[in-house]
């Protein structure tokens, strides 16, 4: 294609807002609809008479069809992906009556044959010839991390379609005539495709996140267009912010908000992990806490920045230091070891008789009630961090020990508000407990004791805490001084309240994805080694490994085009819009690929599998497709190494297999 005029400006020439409808107008034919379709039934065809579809359940299927079960019997559960999936099932087994195994990895097959469909459009909409958009489609469907993962019911390979529909239709808008009915309709579709991805994995928010940033690109272009009126350039932004910035985010807070109000039936062990708050959603609601808490009460006591985290302790010892009972946070409430009943630090008080409240700034002293031993501070080393100046936290004495300063805590109240002037109440006074004899905080953090202590979370003494890891609150009292002296709920209208639910909700999602589903798993391939993963066969190894190659040579362009820029040189007056074409895609998929894979470099935890890189994969097999494209259009040479190149390697993959 020969060079092409850009646009007279006043000052300099420019690029207009419409130069791919104009270079580059979508050439989507019947013949390629069928050769979509051809390849997408091919797939299908070929895995469904293959073995592996009569596999036991995964433990991805596993624990979503545990997570259907709860939510149609209304049943509060703790999920790790986002609800909409679930619900969506839910539905499905609504009207099916069940969910079959059998029937839920078919309809998984189809998504997958789908994804492949619509990554050959997407690449011919992108103005990849139909040779080397096959050959890329090709080797996502011939790829054995995808073949595999389409056999179960994934929400990976459900991702996968949504991102492919994303990119068709972002290629289908650029290409498509400003406020025409074909561009409301693709903007339409983007932003359906975008709030589904976010409703079925959390990467999904990566991808919305990463087309927030193309539109941002999109609009900074179209401002630059000097014949783009300021009516016009409103209606882009407006358009843009309705469907891509605000219906995605809407629909996933929808999707919680329907989940939340379906779950009002409280589980034993995940309804303990939320806040006071929450449970007070849960039907039958929970007895009203008093509205002050006393000396001689029984009290379930919680970290404020751990999943459940109640303070907690057994009838065993410390291997080492002290040597006596052993203290930690505890997940779940349904424990008597998590009791505590709260007494004064002066034996002279008549609490007993005749009811004493807790004030900020007391001294007290905790006594466990199973064992009858009092909660301590001593000069030992705690027994996981064992860091000087910090204490280890335990359980010393009998029912009739008293105790002394190492026994005695002074209670300081850090943030929320009470109903009575400095008296301890449940759930809106978080506190710190601060030791008289060490002058120390009681903290807790991630760290977590071995075998001999349940893999429990330590507990410790430190003289300088972190504020937030040394806060508690009362979950639970027992100790009314007279009837109707009921500690009252904020009364939030339902949206409100619904919003903060969710909120929550996220949060606890997170949290006990990091506290304890699969916390102990640890992938075969770690995460650092995805993209050097290699397999015994040379024809998985070249489909896995080129697109990467061809990543790391447009960055290489990109570095090259930085370093030898000038900005004195006169400004060019015309564009090559084959190399247009490719470094414009390139760069916009090169930023989904690291979006889509610098995520998981956040994460603390081992147990990332290589199948969730699948989505960077893809965007950097869209990229190579781009880089062949680039050498079939741009002249004979480059097209005869081309198909010299992948001949070559098509021999060499055989003759090493």
Not at 62 to 77: K, P, Q
Not at 472 to 480: A, E, K, M, P, Q
Not at 501 to 515: G, P
Not at 615 to 628: E, F, G, I, K, Q
Request: with cysteine.
């Amino acid at each position: 294609m020969r060079q092409s005029a850009l646009q007279k400006g006043p000052y300099r020439p420019f690029l207009g807002s419409d130069i791919y409808r104009k270079l580059f107008p979508s050439n989507i034919q019947r013949i390629d609809v069928a050769v979509a379709i051809l390849l997408g039934l091919s797939f299908f065809l070929q895995q469904i008479r293959g073995p592996g579809l009569d596999k036991e359940l995964s433990p991805t299927e596993f624990d979503l069809l545990e997570a259907v079960g709860h939510y149609r019997n209304d049943e509060f559960f703790i999920i790790s992906s986002p609800p909409l999936i679930v619900e969506v099932l839910s539905f499905i087994a609504r009207l099916t009556g069940n969910l079959s195994t059998d029937v839920l990895r078919k309809i998984s097959l189809v998504v997958a044959a789908l994804t492949v469909s619509n990554i050959y459009l997407a690449l011919r909409v992108s103005s990849v010839v139909s040779v080397v958009s096959i050959v890329a489609t090709a080797i996502v469907s011939h790829l054995p991390l995808f073949t595999e993962e389409s056999k179960h019911l994934s929400p990976t390979i459900l991702q996968l379609l949504f991102l492919s529909n994303s990119v068709l239709n972002w290629n289908s808008l650029k290409r498509s005539r400003s406020f025409s009915k074909g561009w409301m309709l693709h903007l339409a579709l983007l932003s359906f495709s975008l709030s589904l991805s976010a409703g079925t994995k959390f990467i999904g928010l990566v991808t919305w996140s990463w087309f927030l940033i193309l539109a941002a690109k999109q609009v900074w272009e179209i401002v630059g267009d000097i014949k783009v009126s300021k009516s016009q350039l409103l209606l882009h932004v407006f358009w843009r912010g309705l469907t891509v910035l605000l219906l995605p985010p809407i629909t996933l807070l929808f999707s919680y908000f329907l989940f939340i109000s379906n779950s009002r039936s409280a589980t034993l062990d995940h309804a303990s992990l939320v806040s006071p708050y929450f449970k007070s959603w849960f039907l039958p609601q929970p007895m009203p806490q008093p509205d002050v808490v006393y000396y001689g009460s029984s009290l379930l006591i919680r970290h404020a920045q751990s999943l459940g985290g109640y303070l907690h302790s057994h009838n065993h010892t410390y291997k080492g230091g002290s040597g006596e009972q052993q203290v930690s946070l505890f997940h779940y409430s349904n424990n008597a070891d998590n009791e505590w009943t709260l007494e004064p630090y002066s034996d002279e008080m008549e609490y007993k008789t005749n009811p004493e409240p807790v004030r900020n700034g007391a001294l007290v002293k905790m006594r466990h009630k199973s064992t009858g031993k009092l909660l301590r501070a001593s000069s030992a080393k705690p027994p996981i961090s064992e860091q000087d100046y910090d204490h280890e936290v335990s359980c010393t004495g009998d029912i009739d020990y008293r105790g002394d300063s190492d026994e005695s805590w002074r209670i300081r109240f850090e943030r929320g508000k009470t109903v009575h002037d400095d008296l301890l109440c449940p759930f809106t006074i978080y506190f710190s407990l601060e030791n008289k004899g060490h002058n120390c905080k009681l903290l807790s953090h991630d760290l977590r004791m071995p075998d001999w202590g349940f893999e429990q979370q330590e507990v410790l003494c430190v003289d300088s805490a972190d504020k937030e890891r040394s806060l508690f609150f009362i979950d639970r009292s027992n100790l009314y001084k007279e009837r109707g002296a009921y500690l009252t709920e904020p009364k939030h209208w339902i949206g409100k309240r619904l919003l903060l639910l969710s909120k929550e909700f996220v949060q606890v999602q997170f949290k006990y994805d990091y506290y304890l589903k699969n916390k102990d798993l640890v992938s075969e391939i770690k995460m650092e080694n995805w993209l050097w993963s290699s397999a015994d066969s040379a024809a998985v190894n070249f489909m896995w490994f080129t697109p990467l190659i061809c990543l790391i040579t447009y960055l290489i362009v990109q570095l090259s085009r930085w370093f030898r820029w000038n900005p004195w040189t006169d400004t060019t007056s015309e564009l090559d819009p084959i190399k247009y074409l490719y470094l414009d895609n390139c760069l916009e998929l090169a930023m989904g690929w690291f979006m889509h894979y610098y995520i998981f470099t956040w994460g603390e935890h081992d147990n990332f599998n290589l199948v969730q890189y699948l989505p960077s994969y893809l965007l950097s097999l869209l990229l190579a497709a781009h880089t062949a494209n680039f050498f079939w259009r741009h002249n004979s040479v480059s097209r005869f190494l081309l198909i010299a190149f992948t001949a070559a390697a098509v021999i060499l993959t055989y003759v090493w297999m």
